[in-house]
């Protein structure tokens, strides 16, 4: 190749290689606050979430406060079933359904409402026994279930009584459960004493951290962004007499927690 074409074509490729080392060079540069004396170490600024924190946010305390609030249950409710086997479906069906129809005249009969009763579920699903032979089918059966609300917890064992009195043996209860229909003014006597309890943290911890206690700057009720208070419900049984089921609602609790950060000052 002659000279003259070996630096057309060696210049070109030179001075491009040039041009990438010197934006390399210059896009590695510090930036212009973190170039000092060359005695001087340089003070390279960063950008982590620790740097970025203020005393402000660092000098805080978090703490969660616990309140309750207890009453008397006014509402049960009852879940029962009446559940018939037999050796045809028809049969099975036919006796559940006069039971049944027994035992919501009598629940009616103590004064509940019709709108307090309500149906569950029904079934009807095959019996099997298993023997030498394997599984072998006998007969039916045929389930169905009852949501019963009771507004007088005194008539409690009174109607869960009857039910069985109309039902026989073909009743079954699955859960009786005491709630309180409105508990707002539990929770705010709940959310009042959480409050006084997140202070009284709060200020025990600042005292023994040898710190003096400073605004509440963040509260919310736990858990943040939802949920609601708890409703635990305590059950006792009473004597009564020997015809009848003894049945008390006990008391029930809300507990409500409440979360808050407070500024601490030296």
């Known amino acids: 190749m002659p000279y003259q074409n070996v630096i057309k074509f060696t210049l070109p490729a030179i001075a491009v290689v040039l041009v990438m080392l010197v934006a ?12 000092t004396d060359r005695d001087e170490r340089p003070a390279v600024s960063t950008t982590t979430g620790h740097d970025l924190l ?33 050796d045809t479906v028809v049969e099975a069906r036919n006796t559940a359904a006069t039971t ?10 103590e004064d509940i409402d019709e709108d307090d009763i309500s149906t569950s579920h029904f079934r009807i699903y095959p019996n099997y026994e298993y023997g030498p032979d394997g599984r072998e089918q006998n007969g039916y059966t045929v389930e169905n279930g009852l949501n019963v609300t009771v507004r007088d917890t005194d008539e409690v064992g009174t109607v869960i009584d009857a039910a069985i009195t109309a039902g026989g043996d073909h009743i079954v209860f ?17 959310r009042e004493a959480a409050i006084d309890n997140l202070q009284e943290k709060a200020e025990q911890i600042a005292e023994y951290a ?24 305590g059950f006792a049984l009473e004597s009564a007499a020997a015809a009848d089921t003894p049945i008390s609602a006990g ?3 809300v507990t409500v927690i409440i979360y808050g950060i407070y500024e601490l000052l030296e």
């Open 24 to 35: 390399a060079w210059a896009f590695n540069l510090p930036p212009v606050s973190a170039i």
């Open 54 to 86: 203020t005393d402000d946010q660092i000098d805080v305390v978090q703490v969660a406060g616990r309140g309750s609030a207890t009453a008397s249950p006014d509402q049960a409710k009852l879940s029962l079933a009446v559940s018939v086997n037999a």
């Open 100 to 109: 049944m129809t027994a035992v919501r005249d009598a629940l009616e009969d």
């Open 174 to 190: 699955n859960n009786l459960n005491f709630v309180i229909s409105d508990t707002t003014e539990l929770e705010e006597e709940a």
């Open 210 to 233: 040898d710190r003096e206690l400073g605004d509440l700057k963040i509260v919310s009720e736990f858990p943040i962004g939802g949920g609601s208070p708890s409703l635990q419900r």
């Open 251 to 253: 008391e029930g609790t």
